[in-house]
Nanobody
Framework: QVQLVESGGGLVQAGDSLRLSCAAS????????MGWFRQAPGKEREFVAS????????NYADSAKGRFTISRDNAKNTVYLQMNSLKPEDTAVYYC?????????????????WGQGTQVTVSS
């Protein structure tokens, strides 16, 4: 079992930055990949970014490339999503998820555990 708790969401203006955090407990954090997904009202949950078990590999959705950075601190059992140059279309509930194995995945079906989500709202 893995418990995930996100934090760091909020209401910001276009062009601002936010850093989301996700604290994990339970299974050995350094043994599995982590991912961030988001879901906007009326839309399906979509992949944002993923990071391998040791941080050596990262993958981003096209919408996140160049603006978002995923990182992890295995000593703190925490994964982060630094979001810069935010746009109104980034408005969504952001979820962190624990992967089924150590390597990056882009499909939500490859993640076994999910946090409760944190709301990010970007005003224009």
């Amino acid at each position: 079992q893995v418990q995930l708790v996100e934090s760091g969401g909020g209401l910001v203006q276009a062009g601002d930055s936010l850093r989301l955090s996700c604290a994990a407990s339970g299974r050995t954090f350094s043994s599995y990949a982590m991912g961030w997904f988001r879901q906007a009202p009326g839309k399906e949950r979509e992949f944002v970014a993923s990071i391998s078990y040791n941080g050596g590999m990262k993958n981003y959705a096209d919408s996140a490339k160049g603006r978002f950075t995923i990182s992890r601190d295995n000593a703190k059992n925490t994964v982060y999503l630094q979001m810069n140059s935010l746009k109104p279309e980034d408005t969504a509930v952001y979820y962190c998820a624990a992967g089924r194995g150590p390597f990056i995945r882009t499909s939500w079906g490859d993640y076994d555990y999910w946090g409760q989500g944190t709301q990010v709202t970007v005003s224009s």
